[in-house]
């Protein structure tokens, strides 16, 4: 392989592999914003993922999908999304409305999306069938523009690890950062989180917008669910392999704000894809002498955010009403 | 003072009770919808199946030593104000410096419980000390460090071949080797309770874990030491001025919550009938302590009933297949959770109710102390709710 054929690889990987991060830390940015800690983001994650797989199915065993693969993986983003919203409702409900612990009502929910997976796996595909394959036209393709195959540097980059939601990653992430900056409702949101009595007292309906924030991270957190699935490649097994979590650090490693969140995700994923390409890498180590060596590089990522964690401290800013109920009474 | 505070503990039983109830329910509809045929077998096995043979009772006490374990390392971070995701981490070292030494040094159960603790700490006390000195959130760092613990173990076994199975005799080199063969003595001591029960999964851990249990309760709420630990979880700025050194805190807190989630890692793998598998996934067990933290309210008495709880289904649970996954268990688990979320605000309504109760009966006739059936009542709520399950 030549040289440039591996940067792209290693580009689009990183890429491939940042945009669930960026989605899911996105939507958790916007739940935490409007004061609602959403540690349920990796069961957000796994409903997303579960409906859109078997939109996909579906979509691929009435042969729609084959004839319109683009057209019938945006249905399919747009079913990760709604599904993604729905569950975070039993989320909001149970941490606006009721007041419950958000953490507590999040761990039920993470609990719940796995097990609820396999069962309807199970009872969708028959005992024992615990994956989901995704139909192979989900794939962008040169046929999809009408070009020829060839070895360059972006083709290699695009058409081997770019999906439709990489586009609709760039997208929202756009939108998400003008709605959360340049908007009156953006501004809302964002004062729930920071002092909600304030922002009661001058008319914004607090509960309102804990829900909006909630709601918008599910839709998020559900697309990142498709998003993690298509890139891990083998898939659905009722699992993100704690994405939803990692997301969470990417979050906070991100500072609550959108362009350091896009930086934090690209700079994990980066961390995670060196690892399986060392050996491509001519400059890396290859620890000959160990044993199962890629364990180091995958321990890499994480002892690297360790560090930028510890340097970055300081400027850490948490919003401060995040994981305490909104209470009328103490305006 | 005294009253109120049973009372208090019989309200958070009842609330308990309410969701495990309804999560049955919830259980058993879940079951009529995916196969109407089986649903009321399935039901009765999952209430049922723990008791049902003196095996199936023993695996219940055996899984529920672990799960007591990892519960009460999130409890009694909880109680201090700290949410430690990664008790599945300090589980996972604590159960590989167990198998070090039972195999590598050959050390007899309890130098190898005790090293299971001290690598269960030590994996606590970076996020603590994280926490303390840097301000970093302990959920990421915990979330760090469970991914960290896990790629660190398997590359360390893999890099020790004496520790691996195919050294002993056996074929396989995905996992640890088993005990009988490697070191008996490692082995934690059975003392005649496999054969009253009739089954090798019986040891004496579900006792190490209800001692540890108790000595948890005596330190949260008899000692000074638990009550400044409490009193930073309540309030860190008010603790900080009441003079108590509340960065110190935070570390022993993560050290003693990693340390009690180790020695969980190490009773599950010194049993004798558990190899530790190489794979890349987090181990269930340590997570599952967080939803037993929550049901037993992060109390530690009310964790040796959840876990025993939690195990008893998922015995029932396992016994569901083929006919269901037996993650409906799961589903089940996470209602109650869920909805012991609601409970603390139903808790607030019925302690209210409650607490002005015993105050006008107080105010009615002090000589004659009314209030003693209400403390009498926890004692007797807590095992109708085991033996709810027997029948």
């Not at chain 2, 008791?51 to 007591?68: G, H, N, T």
């Not at chain 2, 390392?73 to 981490?89: D, E, M, P, R």
């Amino acid at each position: 392989m030549s040289w440039t054929s591996i940067l792209a690889d290693i580009i689009g990987a990183t890429i491939l592999f940042a945009v669930p991060l960026l989605l899911v830390a996105l939507g958790g940015m916007f739940s935490e914003r409007s004061g609602v800690i959403n540690i349920a983001l990796e069961g957000i994650m796994i409903v997303g993922a579960l409906c859109s797989c078997l939109t996909l199915v579906g979509l691929d065993k009435s042969g729609f999908g084959a004839s319109h693969p683009q057209l019938g993986m945006f249905i399919a983003i747009l079913v990760a999304a709604a599904s993604g919203a729905v569950f975070s409702l039993l989320l909001a409900f149970a941490s606006i409305n009721l007041r419950a612990d958000q953490t507590i009502g999040g761990t039920a929910l993470n609990m719940l999306a796995p097990a609820f997976a396999i069962v309807l796996t199970w009872a969708v595909q028959g005992q024992g069938q615990t994956t989901i394959l995704i139909p192979t036209w989900t794939r962008i393709t040169q046929e999809n523009f009408g070009i020829e195959k060839a070895d360059t540097f972006f083709q290699n980059l695009i058409f081997k690890s770019f999906y439709l939601t990489t586009i609709v990653a760039v997208i929202l992430f756009i939108c998400a950062y003008v709605l959360m900056y340049k908007t009156r409702f953006g501004l809302r949101l964002r004062s729930c989180g920071e002092h909600p009595q304030a922002a009661d007292s001058v008319g914004i309906n607090v509960f309102k917008m804990r829900y909006a924030g909630v709601i918008i991270s599910g839709c998020l957190g559900g697309i990142g669910g498709l998003a993690f699935t298509v890139a891990a490649g083998s898939g659905f097994q009722s699992s993100v392999a704690g994405y939803g979590f990692l997301a969470l650090a990417v979050m906070i490693f991100g500072n609550w704000k959108p362009f350091t969140i896009l930086g934090a995700s690209l700079f994990f994923a980066l961390f995670k894809i060196i690892g399986s390409y060392s050996d491509s890498i001519p400059f890396l180590p290859s620890f000959e002498s160990v044993n199962s060596s890629e364990y180091i590089y995958l321990m890499l990522p994480y002892v690297v955010t360790m560090i930028v964690l510890i340097l970055t401290s300081k400027k850490s800013r948490a919003p401060k009403a995040e994981g305490i109920p909104y209470d009328k009474g103490t305006r | 003072m005294k009253n109120y505070f049973k009372s208090k503990g019989f309200i958070t039983v009842l609330a308990s009770v309410i969701s495990i109830v309804v999560g049955l329910l919830i259980g058993f509809i879940l079951l009529i919808v995916f196969n109407p045929a089986y649903a009321v077998g399935g039901l009765g096995s999952i209430i049922s199946k723990g008791f049902s043979s003196s095996d199936k009772f023993a695996k219940v006490l055996y899984q529920a030593a672990p799960l007591i374990m990892t519960g009460l390392s999130v409890g009694f971070a909880f109680k201090t104000g700290l949410f430690n995701i990664g008790a599945t981490g300090q589980y996972t070292v604590g159960a590989f410096m167990a198998l070090v030494f039972g195999i590598q040094f050959q050390m007899p159960w309890w130098v190898c419980l005790i090293a299971a603790m001290i690598g269960g700490a030590i994996w606590g006390f970076i996020p603590g000390i994280c926490k303390a000195l840097f301000n970093v959130n302990e959920v990421i760092t915990s979330i760090m460090f469970n991914w960290l613990g896990l790629f660190m173990v398997n590359l360390l076994l893999n890099n020790m071949p004496v520790m691996l199975a195919d050294h002993w005799g056996a074929s396989n080199k995905d996992r640890t080797a088993a005990l009988a063969s490697a070191n008996p003595s490692a082995i934690i001591p059975k003392l005649g309770l496999n054969e009253l029960l009739h089954s090798n999964y019986m040891n004496i851990s579900i006792f190490i874990a209800i001692i540890i249990a108790v000595v948890i309760y005596i330190i949260l709420e008899k000692r000074t030491f638990g009550y400044e630990l409490k009193a930073c979880g309540f309030n860190k700025d008010a603790s900080i001025y009441a003079g108590i050194n509340a960065k110190r805190n935070i570390v022993l807190s993560m050290v003693i919550s990693g340390a009690l989630a180790g020695i969980g890692g190490g009773i599950y793998y010194l049993s004798g009938t558990a190899q530790y598998t190489i794979v890349k996934s987090l181990l269930a067990m340590g997570f599952n302590g967080i939803p037993v933290a929550l049901l037993g309210a992060s109390s530690p008495i009310g964790i040796i009933f959840a876990a025993l709880f939690i195990s008893y289904i998922q015995v029932g649970g396992e016994a569901l297949q083929p006919e269901y996954a037996k993650e409906i268990i799961d589903i089940i688990i996470a209602v109650i959770i869920y909805l012991s979320a609601f409970s603390l605000l139903v808790k607030n309504i019925l302690g209210k109710f409650i607490k002005t109760d015993t105050s006008n009966v107080n105010a009615e006739d002090k000589a004659v102390t009314p209030p003693e059936p209400v403390p009498a009542k926890p004692a007797e709520v807590a095992p109708t709710e085991e033996k709810g399950g027997n029948e």
